[in-house]
């Protein structure tokens, strides 16, 4: 166990719809990474937040957006869901904002499924 | 960051250890060497991680060549548990950790 919680753990919806998935870090975590893996794609960087700001962003569509509250969680909301949306979305927790040198420690996941 | 180079699959048998290799011929100075694994769908779970020293831990060691173009992540005792897909990652000044397709590492009893 990671101490990283998310939830949904599933989450089925059809296309077109709009889902949020939410991800509290460890105790004492700042950072917040999102992650996406699907089968074709690999896991893939999605976004980081660090103390409620944006610090990174890498392949995340523009339907697709986050944010990170006052008391540290984290959601990742999806719009406009699409078939080729369908994959295992990770959130990821670290201390700080010290690059390659934070240890990232994921969560156990949500998989969405869109159909 | 730098590629990895990573055999697709291994098989080592319960009890012995794993010796997981990993060719990182391109890596710069202050990039770090990472390993995490990921055991069927799980999220991935971190292993350990250097820079150029040895290092070890509970679970671990990472054992990185002087010149620091590979290194070798070794299970001391693999049980069926680590059965797992294992990831070596080398970052540079990223935020994000960079996953390549990893070696399919399988305990037989």
């Known amino acids: 166990d990671s101490g990283v919680t998310q939830t949904p753990k599933h989450l089925i919806t059809a296309t077109g719809q709009r889902v949020t998935l939410r991800c509290s870090p460890r105790s004492g975590d700042l950072s917040v990474y999102w992650y996406q893996q699907s089968l074709d794609q690999g896991l893939q960087f999605l976004i980081q937040?660090?103390?409620?700001?944006?610090?990174a962003k890498g392949n995340i569509l523009e339907r697709f957006s986050a944010q990170q509250f006052p008391d540290l969680h984290s959601e990742l909301n999806l719009s406009s869901l699409e078939l080729g949306d369908s994959a295992l979305y990770f959130c990821?927790?670290?201390?700080?904002?010290?690059?390659?040198?934070?240890?990232?420690?994921f969560g156990p996941g949500t998989r969405l499924l869109v159909l | 960051d730098a590629k990895t180079t990573q055999p697709p699959s291994m098989d080592c048998a319960e009890g012995r250890a794993a010796n997981l290799p990993c060719n990182h011929s391109?890596?710069?100075?202050?990039?770090?060497v990472y390993w995490y694994r990921q055991i069927h769908s799980q999220g991935p779970q971190y292993i350990i991680h250097?820079?150029?020293n040895n290092e070890t831990n509970e679970m671990a060691s990472l054992i990185i060549t002087e010149d620091r173009k590979s290194s070798t992540l070794i299970l001391p005792h693999a049980t069926l548990r680590d059965t797992a897909v294992y990831y070596c990652i080398v970052r540079g000044s990223n935020y994000k950790l960079t996953f390549g397709k990893g070696t399919l590492l399988t305990v037989n009893p």
């Open positions: 250097g820079l150029k």
């Open positions: 937040y660090y103390n409620g700001e944006e610090r």
């Open positions: 391109t890596i710069s100075g202050n990039e770090y």
């Open positions: 990821a927790s670290s201390v700080g904002d010290r690059g390659n040198q934070e240890t990232q420690y």
